[in-house]
């Protein structure tokens, strides 16, 4: 089954500490995204790539960053420099950059 | 400046009772509308693309249609499995993409 995973589905943090969220696809996709979901917000870009060894950062990319080695994986690493990290972080894929994007099932990460 | 609204922010149906939920936008350049469905704790699930005014799509008892400045969901004869929040994005001109908040659907038996 083709799809987008996400790894893992809780996450618990000190403050303080950096944390990488793991996001793979196998759709064959070139263009991948981060955003972050906040309860009464829509969701906002953090990162997106178009292409492998290549990425911008999006609305919100301040305290994250990203690494694009692969065209399979987009990983997000959430720095100390965030300075409100707890969220449900959202990994999506897309054919290319334009179109319709396909969401894995989502990271909570709580930083405590 | 590029923005999405949806309204209502919370829709409660009876099983059965048929209702629409809005999708408004200003972008520069529209280069489509997107509806997803999303679970409590889940990803959102992808639903449709509208690409043109007059376009419409259709998936169970779920359609949605698109105008110059709105797009609408129609529910036709919803079921509690229906309940879920249903959200709204648009690609404007310059590949952005732009999430509305959401509604969040509720059918009760």
């Known amino acids: 089954d083709g799809g987008i995973t996400q790894s893992p589905k809780y996450l618990f943090r000190k403050e303080g500490q950096n944390v990488t969220l793991s996001c793979e696809q196998n759709?064959?996709?070139?263009?991948m995204y981060w955003y972050r979901q906040d309860p009464g917000q829509g969701l906002r870009l953090i990162y997106y790539s178009q292409i492998v060894n290549d990425f911008q950062k999006g609305d919100i990319a301040e305290g994250y960053s990203v690494s694009r080695e692969k065209k399979e994986s987009f990983p997000l690493t959430v720095t100390s420099a965030q300075k409100n990290p707890t969220a449900f972080y959202l990994c999506?894929?897309?054919?290319?950059?334009?179109?319709?994007?396909?969401f894995g099932p989502g990271t909570r990460l709580t930083v405590t | 400046e590029d923005q999405v609204t949806q309204s209502p922010e919370a829709l409660r149906l009876q099983e059965g009772e048929s209702s629409s939920l809005n999708c408004s936008y200003t972008v520069s350049g529209l280069r489509g509308l997107f509806w997803y469905r999303q679970d409590p704790g889940k990803g959102p699930e992808f639903l449709f693309t509208?690409?043109?005014a007059g376009e419409e799509k259709e998936k169970e008892r779920l359609k949605a249609t698109l105008t110059k400045k709105e797009s609408f969901l129609h529910i036709t004869a919803p079921k509690p499995e229906d309940s879920a929040t249903y959200l709204c994005?648009?690609?404007?001109?310059?590949?952005?993409?732009?999430f509305g908040t959401g509604t969040s659907l509720t059918v009760i038996p």
């Open positions: 999506a894929s897309s054919i290319r950059l334009a179109g319709e994007q396909y």
């Open positions: 509208l690409y043109s």
């Open positions: 759709l064959n996709h070139d263009a």
């Open positions: 994005a648009v690609q404007a001109a310059g590949n952005q993409f732009y």
